[in-house]
């Protein structure tokens, strides 16, 4: 039962997160929507297989996974692009992407490991985002990186819906670390309790029966 759950759940995630991120990239066609599901699904079940801490090459495989089903070219950039019309912050230069992902590595391993674990992730997301190393799928391997982090730490993952976009982009382009850290424990308290009812649903559970949600978090390797 435990591993149905577990699996349950995982495809019920997955299902949602694809859909925000479809929205958000205004993919309507549904062969397009099928092939980013099975690359963000595969980006999503790489990381959480990863055991060991982000580096270089693992960020790099995010956004070649991410990218793999467009005419996109694979790894890091190497031309200077814009951020998006809603973006105002000029992404680094291509000759600076390695070099400012590998800082951001150490500081969110070394120089950020004790702080509020929302905190540390909303520093790490927008500066992923204003670095922008990827020619495509930045925002997609973004929030992939952020979810799988929060599940590695034992938070809920968290979903950002296209009514979020204008919010999302404040916090980037103000740098309002403090602001998306509310943001991120928001949604990550907002899935907990969506996790708890999908638990319910499954198992049959009544509204009126109390459920730990610490053990249901077990059960799903959060």
Not at 108 to 118: I, N, P, R, S, T
Not at 179 to 185: N, R, V
Request: net charge negative.
């Amino acid at each position: 039962m435990d591993k149905d759950f577990r699996e349950n759940y995982e495809a019920f995630f997955i299902e949602r997160f694809v859909f925000s991120t479809a929205e958000l990239e205004e993919l309507a066609n549904s062969e397009c929507h099928k092939r980013l599901k099975e690359d963000i699904y595969m980006a999503y079940m790489y990381l959480l297989g990863e055991r060991d801490n982000l580096n270089i090459g693992i960020v790099r495989n995010v956004g070649n996974l991410v990218n793999q089903g467009y005419n996109v070219p694979l790894g890091f950039r190497k031309i200077d692009v814009t951020a998006g019309s809603k973006a105002h912050f000029e992404p680094s230069k291509p000759i600076n992407i390695i070099n400012d992902i590998n800082n951001l590595l150490y500081n969110y391993y070394f120089m950020w490991k004790d702080l509020d674990v929302f905190l540390k992730e909303a520093m790490f997301h927008i500066k992923f985002m204003r670095i922008h190393p990827f020619e495509d799928g930045n925002k997609r391997s973004a929030k992939l990186l952020t979810t799988t982090n929060l599940c590695k730490q034992g938070l809920p993952p968290i979903i950002i819906t296209k009514e979020d976009t204008d919010e999302y982009y404040r916090f980037i382009n103000e740098c309002d670390y403090d602001g998306f850290a509310e943001f991120l424990k928001q949604r990550s308290n907002l899935e907990n309790n969506t996790m708890c009812g999908f638990f319910r649903i499954i198992n049959g559970v009544s509204m009126y029966d109390d459920v730990d949600i610490k053990a249901i978090q077990k059960i799903v390797k959060l």
